[in-house]
């Protein structure tokens, strides 16, 4: 962990080295994610079947690539009620706050009579990558697959590698309730190249998401352009911005509950008072000594963790929009007056009663969020990831005299004949 | 140019062969691309400099990297009046129709007593890149710097490489209307790694924009996830659905107005009425012979153009879903109520009197389109590339107590304990 201090004379290099990148290079996977999806485009499900037999454990045949509606049905009856039901209420919660994003379509005739419009609406089909193993979330199928939905997404297809062809039942469970029943046992590279080029088993979609491996994040990088992705997700992060009226051991926990994602997450406390800084670097040690994932968090709080210690709130702002965190506590008095000062964040959870775990499930707004300081130009998943936009212009006769001309002056200009003719024609029509 | 009929048997195998990708394969730059961004990053505006002596034959030092203010202004001068009062013309009404496009914030509190929300904010900055040469086009100046400036961005650099050191007062002037300032004579991959990386002349940007030759695409690609991009554009095309009651010689120019772009670009006809088809093949060879770019359309029209006579207008509407045409022009009598039909368009433009052309300079949308059948996940370019997304929980205590819980128990079933802590301590206090 690294102390800060912004009245420190070498607090500028500190802080460059905090906003270095701590993701992997990831240039050797280059190589073999283009032969395997190389590999899927021509042999298709043979490909797959191989390649789940390699990584995965797993023989398989063609025909049962996908999970059977059967499976799906008995694995998902496996979880609790009491799971079953919060699995309800964050599906409730995230599907009511990603209704309130359906954006509204434009339409309107302008003083020169020429009628102009914007209409929103949603792609055929997506691809949904679950991971498998430790990354397995129920909360993120929750979060990948109900934007889609509320998007009118009529076709979601989900891939998730079931090693050793072991099922998991949360995360069935959770597509079972998001209405997803296209499910492939596939994971990795050869998911993705699936997904993007179709094979005879799994038809192809318009835009793959959802986090995964180095393997799957370089597979999305090459796909890109042939289908939409998401944005890929770096190691977690978070900040909190919290006074000294704040519980230290709460703060620690908070920063934990970051750090034990995994050994690259990063988590930063910022303060104004040294005292509580020091309060809060002990608590997070004392609470390693019982945390269940303590080997990983500490890693994380050894390698990435950060304790800044700043003069005002002013220099605090200033320093989270440079961070331009993922997830962002305000654990203030005034946490809205201290958010209005914030540029660059995914996520902002504002309150002392509002740790960033909520957002993780039951708080309504996502939790795929831009990591690694993309928030300066991302933003989290949402419902418009799942729409596209198609602009229109309609006019008469009278509407192509007013602004034609202009055009075919530009037309010319630009040395393009018969995009001036295509207007002037019609002019003289 | 091919010759379709729905009514044919082999109809969907020469379909098939329309959608065919027309892009090359970009696999021979991926190396090249990849050192000239190490290098960028290593020797900074050196390398910017040898670069530019080696592709655009001109020798400058860094601080020669930035074209002047008095260079811009003077080359701006050159500009006629009437050019300028077009570009003057086509710049309101883009900033008109982008300003419709800013979003609505969300703020509500929902009935747990939550509130919730989800901001817009503006990129702190972009970098615009504008190819030299043949396809130095001022409207696409004016296309992708004015929604940047609609949506608030503070500072936008461009990039356009000057080959033998000579200037285009077109794209000087265009920029220079939109309050574009910061103009660097640098071209190719090593500009975007200038952008993406910054040097010691040129700032970092947040996000690259703007279309440019098979390295630049390339390197938008690599740089992307340091910073965002928009779409990597493919060869241009359109697609028109007319009856016959069109002119043959206009749907020809229109046509012809798509395949002068580039030998790539591909131009459709969709028609009910053969003799009409008949009649729209002749014209355009007619037009060929006089077209000053006849080279260039007559290479695209042979290769690429496709007239498709259809049974009727739904099949014709489920032949453009399948192109998700960049450009659709409909010359029907009715063309909206065709327009309902059509799912996956970047642009329409409706009526007789409404050729391509005219949105490709004064119409207000954005002439910055997704091709190569992205439409059907992609939009073009719009305020929406130039903000991003941060949405925020504001919770108290009983807000927690009514949904915590629901949480704690995902927490736990996910083996994140201190995510799990972080809520129940609090539900405790």
Partial sequence: MKRLSTSDSHFKTQ??????????????????????????????????????????????????????????????????????????????????FHKAQIPQDIDFTDDQGIRLGMRWTALDAVGLYVPGGKAAYPSSVLMNALPAKVAGVKRIAMCVPTPDGV?????????????????????????????????????????????????????????????????????????????????????????????????????ILITTHSAFAEAVGNAVLNELKTLPRSKIASQSWENH????????????????????????????????????????????FMGRYCPEALGDYVGGPNHVLPTSRTARFASGLSVFDFIKRTTSIETNRNGLKAIGPAGVSLAKAEGLDAHALSLSLRLDN
């Fill in 167 to 267: 099922l998991n039942p949360l995360v069935l469970a959770a597509a079972h309730l998001c209405g997803v029943d296209e499910i492939y046992r596939v994971g990795g590279a050869q998911a993705v190249g699936a997904m993007a080029y179709g094979t005879h088993q799994i038809a192809p979609v318009d835009r793959i998401v959802g986090p995964g491996n180095a393997f799957v994040a370089e597979a999305k990088r090459q796909v890109f352009g042939h289908v939409g992705i998401d944005s890929i997700a770096g190691p977690s992060e978070v900040v909190v911005v919290a006074d000294e009226n704040n519980d230290p051991r709460l703060v620690a926990i908070d920063l934990l509950a970051q750090a034990e994602h995994d050994e690259q997450a990063q988590s």
């Fill in 15 to 96: 802080f460059a080295s905090l906003l270095a990148n701590r993701g992997n290079d990831e240039r050797r996977v280059v190589e073999p994610v283009r032969n395997i999806l190389d590999d899927v485009r021509t042999r298709g499900d043979v490909a797959l079947c191989d390649y789940t037999a390699r990584f995965d454990r797993l023989t398989l045949t063609p025909e049962q690539l996908r999970i059977s509606a059967e499976e799906i049905r008995s694995e998902a009856a496996r979880v609790s009620s009491e799971l079953m039901d919060a699995l309800k209420l964050a599906a409730k919660r995230i599907e009511a």
């Fill in 305 to 348: 963790g950060a304790i800044i210690v700043v003069k005002n709130l002013d220099e605090a702002a200033d320093i989270v929009n440079q961070l331009a965190p993922e997830h962002l506590e305000i654990l203030l008095d005034e946490p809205r007056l201290f958010s209005e000062n914030i540029r660059h964040a995914g996520a902002i």
